[in-house]
Structures are given as C-alpha cells and as structure tokens.
C-alpha cells in the first residue's frame, strides 16, 4: 500500500513539475506532442474508453467520459497534460442516437428520427439529402457530439439482409452519390462522419467472423465503388472498418483494404476506427492502418503495450495512428471549446424530415387516378396494424430515440379526415394482446434486435360490409421490421395467410360498392408483390419516413406532395430470383454475441455462415436481372408520378475525355411533379470480360416542372467511368468501339438511346484482395 502511494505521489509530483511546460494539441506540432506521450498514453489513444455493460466495459477511463452525452456509442482517450480532451463518437444514419433521459436531470434530449438511407436514396435527389444531413449534424453539434458513425452504404446485395434499410442501394453509383450528399450536409456542421461498413458487409448472420468470398473485379466494380466515390467527393472525416473477413483477412487488420486502397489509391486524408468489437489482433490491426479500436478494452491496450516492447509493432507505426486520431480531435467541435446549447431546433427538423420522407416514397400502382384522394372523400377503412403503430426505422445502432412517432392514423386526423372508432379500438387491443404476446426475453441485445410484429387481423365479410357503407375509401398498411444483428427470414418477404387474406378480403367488398383501396407499404427493403399487386387500386411505398412518418404518407395520399420517389433496388418476383440467393444465409441462425464471436479461429464449416461466396460476381440487382432476362415485379429505377412526363430532343456531346447527355423533360400531364432522369451506359461487347446489358452511370432530378413547362436535363459521364476492372492486370480498362447511352425513366423504360464512339484506355492499379482459390462466378 506504502509503495502504491508512494508511485501515485510520484506521479503526481512529475505531472505539477513538468506539466505546464509539455507540449500542448493545438499549440506545438503533432509530432512534438507524440513525442511527449509515453507509450502506454499513446496505447491508451488508439484503444476506445469501453462500453458499459461489456466486457471490461469501464477499464480504459473508468468510465471518466462516459457522462460527456450520455448514451453515445463512445469516447477517446483524455490525456488532460498534453492538452488532449475525449470526443464523443456517436451512432447513428437515420439521426443521433444519445439517450433521452439522464439520471437527476427533468430536461429531455430527444433527436429527430429522419428517414431511413434506404429513402433517402429513394429520392435521387443529392441537394436534398445534403439539406436532411446538415439537419443531422446541427443535431450532432449542438448535443455535443463530435463524429456521427454513418452513413451507411454497403450494397444491397439481397433483400433479406437485416440491414438493408440503413443503405441505399444495390447500385454502388447511388449509394457513393447519396452517402456523399449525406456527408456534406453533416459535415457543414463541423463535426465528424464515420461511412461504414468497410467493406463487403452485406448479410447479418455471423457478420462478426463470415468471410466474403469475392472477386477483385466484383469488390471494385460493385462493393468498393460506393466508398470510392464518397471518399473522393466528399472527404469523410472516418471511415469505419467492417466486421467480416474479406477473401481469409479481417477487414480491420487488412492493410491492402486499410492502406494501399484507401489511403495510397483513393487519397484518404482521416482516420479508420473499427466496428465496435469489430477484429480480432489489435496489433495486426495498427499495421494495417486501422487507427483505432472501438469501444475498446483492456487486452486490446496490454498487447498494443507489449507489441512494442516486444518488437511485433513498430512505435512508429503506433506514431502513425496516433497522428491521424490528434488530426482528427484537431477538428471536432470539443476541442475547438464549441458551447453547444443541448437545444437544436427540433420543430425545424421535424419540418425537414416531413418533407423529405414524402419526397422518397414511391408510387408503385395507380389505377384510374386512385390517388391523390378525391376532395369528397372524407372518411377512412384504416387497415392493418402498422395503422396505428407506424414503424419509423429499423433497429439496433440505426434507431433514433425520439419523442413520437406519427401514425397513419395520426395523419390522417391531423388532415382533417375521418376515421372509424370501433375499428380503431379493435385494433389497439388486438396489438395490446400481440405485443404481451411476444414480449422480448430481455437480455443485453435485446434492445437492439428487430421488433416482432403483430399477426395481423381479419373480418368477416359483414363487418366489411358495414364499413364499406360508412367510410370513401380503404387504406391498408402492410409493415415490414428489420434490423441489427439478424438477416431478415424468408417468411418476412412474403405476404403472411392473413396478410392476403385482408387485402383481398377488402378488395372484394369495397370495390363491390364502388369504394377504392390504397395498399401502403411501410417496410424496409423489397418484399414480394407480384402475388397480390392486381387488387388494389393503388399501392405506395412509404418505406420507413422516422418520426413524422405518418404525416408524410398522408401528405402524398392527398395531394399535398406528388411522389417523385424511385426504386434503388429490384422488386424481384420472389426472392430466390436474385443471383446471389445461391450464397445468402436464408433462415440460417448465427451467435450473435458481439464481444467473443470473433475471438477463435476462423472457421470453414458452414456455407454462407462460416463463409460466403459470392459467385454472382458483378451481376448484383438489376446487372443481373436486365442481363438475364429476368422477369420483375419493378425494376431498378420504377416510380409513377400523379403526372407524366416526354422526354424529347436528347442529345449527345462528346470533348476532353467526357460525354454529355441532355434531354428535355416535359410535364404532360395536370399537377406539377419531379422526374429522375437516369443515364445507363451498354458497352460493346469484349472478348476479355463479361459485361452487364447496361450499367447506371448518371442521374439526375428536375426541379418541380408545372403542368406544360419544360427542363432540359444534362448528365455527365467521364471516360474513365466507362471502364472496367480487369484482373488479369489489375486495371481498370475501357475498351474502344460505340457505346450506347441510354436514357432512361427506369432500368427497363428506355426513353432515348444515343450512340458514341470511345477510345481504348487503361489505368494500372495495386494488386490487392486476391482471393485465395478460384471462385465460379456467374457468366452471360
């Protein structure tokens, strides 16, 4: 005890006698300041300050950050005598995710719950998803965050996976335009982003330790292209590491993905953390360029510690990383002594996301000008238990937590129509029962797995009858759950028995009175449609629109907003459609504990779990579909509109290694709307690599067009963006011949077809993420 006292004395004497005089961040250079950091400071810097509830979940600080903004994902390291303060790192894409509450405190510290990316994207409206991520980001900044860990942008390669609803889509140029929209806006703010999963996250089950099997050209063309683009366009403070192995390395200790891509080929200037217990080897790891370690705990800084003296981890390395995370806490709002006052305009976001929901719903159906709703129609048959419980976003990291939640119902009594009372109190007691029903176990994950839904209700035919006499018209809301830590199981992409039986039960009585009915989809990712889309009158797919969410439906059922929203994946008619349904882990289960799944060795056993090929290759979504001839429920790219719209004069221009498309765009129909002009591009065919029938290559959205008025749109594509990754020698390679630009309303609505000449071209890249052995990839 004398000897521990004596130590701490000693400490504290050596901190007084040459404290004033160490350097200070921001004042003396970086590398003076890392010079001044003993060994065990600079471990400490690349290790996070642990998460409550894990393992050794205080150890780092002692939980000392911890109350900073309670409820964040995490904090760095504090080292007060060099001048280096913590800053908060906290989740999530769809809006902050802090905690609400705090312990002896009556203020609340709600977030707005914005859409999810999956809408957002819906949009192709780049200028708007900026607008809603600097809405994010004051948010960040004034509840006195430093970085947002989004956005995310891993591709959709199937539509059970989890987390579809966090990205954007299967085509890696939207989800690289959109995440970069995304990171302008929040960072505007002067705070952080995080982009993430990096890379080849694309199925929750054992995402902690799954390896992807993929191609170099598939990982460039469609897995790696979205990143590409976001670094290039935007600048990212971070990029977050993904937990699974890509070809046999863990993301997160693989410096050919960490270093030679990222940093050498793509120019990024930030710092890589991981995902939260996200690796395995912290000192593999520092050498791969991964600067820290998230939430981090005790082992991760005893092996960082003794990596060095042992001679396994170069201190200049660890110097390194250590420099990139001061550059970065050099940025951040906390370290430039920011008072952020803990009250953003919450009322103005509200605002914001009301408006962008609405604008990234898409209309799938619209027979006999069902919607908008009449004028005379007044009074409403609101079906289906998503109604009344209307589900803002999907769960785990991605949730927000907010002060409400617009329900359908919600809506529509705050636009002045009329609902039926007796239907809704039956519905709130069959949900009441449902939710005791299935009430969670509880557990430490149990908050953030996906919430399961109510069965849904039936009636008979007289009930339906009477209420086709007293209400205009019937809405029906199918909802769709999904989240973190689980893929989502094949019965959620279909329509449930009772499902069906609803919709064609209200069908048949209401039209038999002359009554329409509107379905409204209030999902995450694509479900299956073709089975009973011919039904109804209409069908909306609202997504997942966050808090306001109710309100934004009803804004686009009456009128008040024209749907402009399209698709950003394939409505496949049923899922094993998809290429890669041959290697997802459909209804397959995994250890979901976070902290210990990637603490073995790595395992070879069980397909899609243990490791997924992905044998589909560059044939991802509607590359696939288009190229196979698939037949679709909607293609890549679908939306109506309550107007329409000619495309007229297209052109093409061709000058210094670019080519620029104009069209014009008319309004022909009787309400003003928003058309998404998208530019796919068919190259010629090449005896060296298989190419898809057409690729996206631009797009664009016209301003609000009135009835008879005209926008020219122009779209640009460089020369370079036409190219190809050969692997054989590691270059992205554009062959010579006539390519044909195509204008297009959707994947397969091709308005116009412009042909160009182009010259041969190659560009050499590293030689990077070689799969071990051979994989059989899907051939045209």
């Given at each position: ?30 590398d ?18 642990g ?22 994902a ?13 800053i ?77 609803f ?33 890379a ?105 510690v ?91 990291s ?9 329900s ?11 609902t ?27 908050a953030?797995?996906p ?10 035919a ?36 009772e ?39 209409a ?43 041959t ?80 069209v ?74 006539t ?37 059989v990839?899907?051939?045209?």
């Amino acid at each position: 005890m004398k000897k521990q006292l004596f130590s701490m004395a000693l400490v504290a004497t050596t901190f007084m006698a040459c404290g004033p005089s160490a350097p200070q961040l921001g004042k003396a250079s970086l590398d003076d300041v890392i010079a001044a950091m003993t060994l065990e400071e600079k471990a400490h810097l690349v290790v996070g300050t642990g998460m409550e509830g894990f393992e050794n979940g205080d150890s780092a600080v002692v939980g000392e950050t911890r109350s900073l903004v309670p409820g964040a994902a995490g904090t760095t390291y504090p080292i007060p005598r060099l001048g280096i303060p913590a800053i908060v790192l906290a989740d999530g894409p769809a809006g902050l995710r802090i905690n609400p509450t705090r312990e002896g405190d009556t203020a609340t510290y709600y977030c707005t719950h914005f859409p999810i990316g999956t809408l957002l994207a819906s949009t192709w409206d780049q200028e708007l998803v900026e607008n809603v991520g600097k809405a994010i980001g004051n948010e960040v900044l004034e509840y006195g965050a430093d970085v947002l860990l989004a956005p995310a942008l891993n591709i959709q390669r199937h539509p059970l996976c989890g987390r579809n609803f966090e990205y954007y889509s299967e085509d890696p140029l939207v989800s690289g335009k959109i995440a970069a929209a995304y990171v302008r806006g929040v960072q505007s703010n002067g705070v952080g982003t995080s982009i993430k999963h990096f890379a080849v996250n694309n199925q929750e089950t054992n995402r902690m330790a799954n390896d992807a099997q993929v191609s170099p050209r598939a990982l460039r063309e469609i897995y790696l292209k979205g990143f590409e683009i976001t670094v290039k366009e935007s600048e990212p403070w971070t990029v977050m590491s993904s937990y699974n192995y890509v070809n046999g390395v863990y993301a997160s200790e693989n410096p050919e993905l960490q270093t030679t891509l990222l940093r050498d080929e793509w120019g990024f200037k930030g710092m890589v953390m991981t995902d939260w217990f996200g690796g395995k080897d912290a000192v593999e790891q520092m050498k791969a360029g991964n600067d820290m370690l998230q939430p981090g705990y005790d082992k991760q800084y005893q092996d960082i510690v003794a990596g060095v003296k042992d001679g396994k981890l170069e201190e200049a390395v660890l110097d390194r990383n250590v420099k990139r995370i001061l550059e970065l806490i050099l940025q951040t709002p906390r370290f430039k002594g920011y008072h952020f006052s803990n009250k953003p305009d919450l009322q103005a976001h509200a605002a914001v996301t009301r408006q962008s929901a609405a604008e990234g719903m898409v209309l799938l159906k619209n027979d006999n000008g069902a919607l908008p709703l009449p004028t005379d129609v007044k009074s409403v048959a609101l079906f289906g238990c998503t109604s009344y419980n209307f589900i803002a976003g999907g769960t785990g990291s991605g949730n927000v937590n907010r002060a409400y939640t617009v329900s359908l119902l919600d809506g529509l009594k705050n636009a002045g129509y009329k609902t039926d009372d007796k239907l809704k109190a039956d519905y709130e007691a069959h949900i009441a029962a449902e939710e005791e029903r299935l009430k969670p176990e509880g557990g430490k994950f149990s908050a953030f797995m996906p919430v399961v839904l109510p069965d849904e209700m039936t009636f008979d035919a007289a009930r339906l009858k009477e209420l086709a006499a007293q209400t205009d018209v019937a809405l029906i809301t199918i909802g769709r759950g999904s989240g973190e830590f689980l893929d989502r199981e094949s019965a959620n992409f279909y329509l449930s028995k009772e499902n069906l039986q609803l919709v064609q039960d209200v069908c048949r009585v209401f039209h038999a009175t002359g009554k329409k009915v509107v379905v409204v989809l209030n999902v995450g990712g694509a479900i299956e449609t073709v089975s009973w889309k011919a039904w109804p009158d209409a069908i909306l797919c609202a997504w997942q629109g966050g808090q306001e969410g109710g309100n934004s439906v009803v804004d686009v059922l009456s009128g008040k907003a024209s749907p402009s929203g399209k698709l950003t994946m394939t409505f496949p008619v049923k899922f094993e459609d998809h290429a890669s349904s041959t290697n997802f882990p459909i209804n397959l289960k995994s250890d979901i504990d976070i902290v210990n799944a990637n603490k073995g060795e790595k395992k070879h056993s069980v397909k899609d779990v243990d490791y997924t090929r992905y044998e589909e290759d560059i044939f991802v979504g509607y590359r696939y579909f288009d190229s196979f001839g698939k037949q679709v429920s909607y293609p890549f790219g679908y939306g109506l509109s309550y107007t329409t719209f000619e495309y007229a004069n297209p052109s093409i221009e061709a000058g210094n290694g670019t080519y620029t498309v104009a069209v014009d765009v008319k309004n022909t129909g009787k309400m003003a709307g928003k058309e998404v002009v998208q530019l796919y591009v068919a190259a010629p065919n090449s005896a060296q690599m298989d190419k898809p029938e057409k690729e996206l290559k631009a797009f664009a959205k016209t301003k609000t067009l009135e009835p008879g008025e005209t926008a020219t749109v122009t779209l640009t594509v460089n020369a370079a963006d036409l190219a190809s990754y050969d692997e054989a020698s590691s270059s992205w390679v554009v062959d010579a011949g006539t390519y044909k630009f195509l204008v297009g309303a959707s994947s397969r609505d091709i308005k116009a077809a412009l042909d160009a000449d182009v010259a041969a071209s190659a560009k050499k890249t590293n030689d990077i993420l070689k799969l071990q052995e051979s994989i059989v990839t899907l051939k045209r």
